[in-house]
């Protein structure tokens, strides 16, 4: 019940983004952030924008004490409009799960990256990206609880 009391405050207060590719992904999820939520070091975040569309942050990531990039994420950042056009172009098994704002879809696309893209309504859409289920869960919790600041 506290969880959803929480994803409730959350939505409610996140703020509209009119355009997207203005807004620097991963100022707004640190890069630092992402590797200790699952136990890496980070190596880079990589910020991308595509004028008048979107913007994301790549997220690569080392085990403690290596320098081999072992496992990337990516958070992807849409204009609330777009999520519906995007289902379109979703693939495979979708499961809908709850916790992420007014809509949200989980599949596992042809590149074998788990993706779960949601939205709220009128402020924004999100896509997750990584290598399993259970973490991109967790990228999206965080990517949600950071742009509704």
């Known amino acids: 019940m506290r969880?959803?009391?929480?994803?409730?405050?959350?939505?409610?207060?996140?703020?509209?983004?009119?355009?997207?590719?203005?807004?620097?992904?991963?100022?707004?999820v640190p890069g630092a952030e992402v590797a200790k939520l699952f136990g890496k070091e980070l190596k880079q975040a990589k910020p991308f924008t595509a004028k008048d569309d979107f913007s994301r942050c790549t997220y690569l990531v080392t085990n403690?004490?290596?320098?081999?990039?072992?496992?990337?994420?990516?958070?992807?950042?849409?204009?609330?409009?777009?999520?519906?056009e995007l289902l379109q172009y979703t693939e495979g098994i979708v499961e809908n799960p709850t916790g992420f704002g007014d809509a949200a879809v989980l599949f596992k696309g042809e590149d074998g990256f788990f993706k779960l893209r949601f939205v709220l309504r009128e402020k924004l859409s999100?896509?997750?990206?990584?290598?399993?289920?259970?973490?991109?869960?967790k990228l999206a919790k965080l990517a949600l609880e950071r742009f509704s600041r």
């Open 3 to 28: 969880l959803l009391s929480l994803v409730t405050v959350l939505v409610a207060t996140a703020q509209p983004i009119a355009d997207p590719a203005s807004v620097d992904v991963c100022q707004r």
């Open 126 to 137: 999100l896509e997750a990206v990584a290598s399993d289920a259970v973490s991109v869960k």
């Open 64 to 84: 403690p004490g290596s320098s081999e990039t072992v496992v990337g994420y990516s958070l992807w950042l849409y204009p609330p409009g777009d999520y519906d």
